[in-house]
């Protein structure tokens, strides 16, 4: 029951035959593989992690019409987005190979001998790193190259010296397999053991489950669902020794548009964010979920203006009939919650018309089913009786991967106040454009307070992504011979 | 029943009058004003945090009469020791003044603007540091300065700019409320909001269920046992919205001793080692607890000679007597499954003789319940058949605070494989002295795998515990006003 089956995202109709899921031997096995690959990989140059990362870019452009097409059999997402996808995706690897290259992994902190008693005096002491281990990586449905087998996670992971078991996402199986075929061929052609990057596979739960219990695995990362990567933290949490375990959740990803950026060009920004709502179905985690208009004549135009420009969007198929139809019963459950139906486009099987949802900032706060996120191309509005109330929304929030604020580009105690309640809940503040669109780069932050982020210190996108995957260790009076392998493992 | 007491911890009598446990109204309360201090000193400049840091310190060292006779009546731990320990929480509290006025708290890492279309081209990134909020910090019995009210957690969150509620140690409850009277002088001194540093007390474990599971508690800071710290990690990711919670609980602290160092200095080290095992009566998170010896003549020899170091040393009394009756516990646990008596000093009520147990590194391997801490004097002896073996006791041991090694000074397959377990499972890694004495600086990693700490990446002690308490937020495309902040929250 856990076997699992590639369909076409636009006709919902089966592609190719079944695939059968991992079995818990072979689970055993990829993560015996992995651990046995760290021993090598762990204490690996960063000339041999930036070669590898290097090959693996390489090996996917090199296969990219028949991934892309694949992709998009599997996905509906569109030749153009995935062939812009692989290109990140081609991208982050060479990036972490760069990373590598520099020797970021082997940073250290040299922190010599003070003479004397403590607590001013203490010995010699380097502050350095060293890889966790074989990292679980769940792979996520809406990226299927940035955030799947070869995605971030994999690429973070390798340049921090650690082998990957990806469970790949059932949403598109057929080409999770293409592309771990790819690393299979670039690592038996760089002489790695194979074991460095393994995959399994499954349908139902029990396949990530077992990976995220088992003893060898030493983190786990995850792009998903809100109760899925709830779910795995909790086993991760249960385990006899707890492990690092880095989920990237749920997002609601709220729009704060103040009166003044309104009234100013109020009608570019409703076709901006319009764009912005579905924009690959609405199937990205920073999705603006949420938009917080302050009462008033502006806020009555805006709306007009959004409804207007989100009514004539025609959304592609979902990703899956699964998502498909929970994208309905989320609409629905904000319906029954009082929320009032500004556009109510209609759907096919596959792909959803998109939704705009007002309530005011009374009903909001007190309903905390309006605060779940609905993946898919809607959007809840929130009139708020004023600044404070805005801020009470976003404080009930909680937490988001982003929070977008439009107007404040002048300071005052209301722009410091919503600036302070953005930054109190979101990874990313963003004061113009829209929240889809994330940066790969040195100062990006995808990681917030609950339910964005199980690790909210940390990110899944940027160059500190590969900060998760590396445990501090301090060696207090080392010998020479290890001082000289300056920062690399042994 | 959750009221506390004060003891005479050398004679076990009761010390003053008993104290009332706080109760949910006022552990709300406290939470409030800690709430209601955020608002102004999350946004704090450097100065104002070095100066607060700066008059605790020295209303703690004009305050040092007395809190140290206070101190080793309700702990045991001797004037000399006590009297170090404050300097050294003086000197802690300097040290994030230091770091405050140096501006870390508002380091930023400026990403420009790239043109272009992603992933090459990006928006202008800032990324940035904010407060987490409001820290519910627990302090420890053993170090009743420098991890209790006014030690390193609290420092560390204040230079970050959290306000702290304190849940004090029922084992030194004069004390605390000695310093936390300290602590309301100076903030009322410096005009500040008294609910920037609350404290609560209890006996039971009420009252810290309560502070960690209030909602607006930001993070949770503890140093204490495995059972204990567990428990409230548990609460912490069971809330509505789970929490960072930065535990530091056992550690055994292996040492691993090989046959060319005991051959050098065997009898220098046995004298080194017995004075760390019961230094402070054993209650260290850094002490000793685990000797891990390649069997042969070095390793007969190094025995004996320590048998007869620890056998000469008296322990004081412990810090209160459930401390004192888990220590016998403990001690039995080991002889019951196995383990053979060397060293077996009686003690008294409150002080008890050192231990010293043996087994074989199969049996170690083979028994769990030989890998727990056992909290005071005593260690155990793991004679491993060779390298490989010992590897795999520390494989077993699997998280610890520290390892030291003793013997790995010149490089060989050997020692390069015991250095890679030893940096597997330890925040720090030691090649001469021993474990107890862990210096306040800035390459200090006082944390580890599973059970060392719940947060293995984060450390409790040194300059990084600062990071504990500051998530990044990036800030794209930010106006000019908030740029000009340099980092400084609003």
């Not at 940027?462 to 690399?488: C, E, H, M, N």
Request: proline content about 7%; some cysteine.
């Amino acid at each position: 029951m856990n076997d699992l089956q590639s369909f076409d995202a636009r006709s919902g109709a089966a592609h190719g035959e079944p695939l059968r899921a991992s079995t818990p031997e072979s689970i055993d096995a990829a993560v015996l593989a992995a651990a046995a690959a760290f021993d090598t990989w762990g204490s690996s140059t960063g000339a041999q992690r930036a070669a590898l990362l290097e090959a693996l870019a390489a090996a996917l452009e090199a296969d990219r019409e028949a991934l892309v097409a694949l992709a998009d059999t599997e996905t509906a997402l569109g030749t153009a987005r995935l062939n812009g996808e692989l290109d990140r995706t081609a991208f982050q690897l060479r990036r972490f190979a760069a990373i590598a290259t520099r020797g970021v992994p082997f940073e250290r902190l040299d922190d010599p001998a003070v003479a004397g008693a403590p607590p001013v005096g203490h010995p010699a002491m380097v502050l350095q790193r060293v890889p966790l281990g074989p990292v679980a990586m769940f792979a996520a449905s809406n990226f299927p190259f940035a955030f799947s087998v070869l995605g971030g996670d994999t690429a973070s992971a390798l340049a921090a010296g650690c082998p990957v078991v990806v469970k790949a996402h059932p949403g598109h199986p057929l080409l999770s397999l293409r592309v771990f075929g790819l690393i299979q061929t670039v690592l038996q052609a760089q002489d790695l053991p194979v074991g460095l990057v393994s995959m399994v596979q499954g349908a139902g739960v029990e396949v990530g489950v077992a990976l995220v219990r088992h003893p060898l695995i030493a983190a786990g990362a995850f792009t998903g669902s809100t109760r899925g990567g709830a779910a795995l933290q909790a086993e991760a949490n249960a385990r006899a020794r707890p492990i690092p375990f880095y989920g990237e959740l749920g997002s609601i990803n709220p729009v704060v548009a103040l009166p003044a950026a309104l009234q100013a060009r109020g009608g570019e920004l409703a076709t901006l964010l319009a764009g912005s709502i579905v924009q690959g179905c609405g199937q990205f985690c920073t999705n603006p979920g949420l938009i917080v208009l302050i009462d008033g004549s502006e806020a009555d135009a805006f709306v007009a203006q959004l409804a207007t420009a989100l009514a004539a969007q025609t959304p592609h198929a979902m990703l899956t009939s699964g998502m498909r139809r929970a994208f309905d019963a989320g609409v629905a459950r904000f319906l029954e919650h009082g929320a009032q139906a500004l556009v109510q486009q209609p759907g096919s099987a596959q792909a959803p018309g998109p939704q705009l949802l007002q309530v005011s900032g009374a009903q909001f706060l007190q309903q905390s089913a309006l605060h779940d996120e609905v993946f898919g191309p809607s959007s809840l509005i929130v009139r708020a009786a004023s600044n404070a109330e805005a801020l009470a929304v976003l404080a009930a929030v909680g937490g988001s991967l982003t929070v977008t604020l439009w107007g404040a580009d002048t300071e005052s105690d209301d722009t410091r106040a919503l600036v302070r309640g953005a930054m109190a809940i979101a990874g990313r503040v963003l004061f113009a454009s829209v929240p889809t669109g994330v940066a790969v780069t040195a100062a990006q932050q995808h990681g917030g307070p609950w339910p964005a982020s199980t690790a909210p210190m940390t990110t899944s996108v940027g160059d500190a992504a590969l900060d998760r995957f590396l445990r501090p260790v301090s060696l207090q009076d080392a010998p020479g011979w290890l001082l000289a392998r300056q920062g690399r493992p042994c």
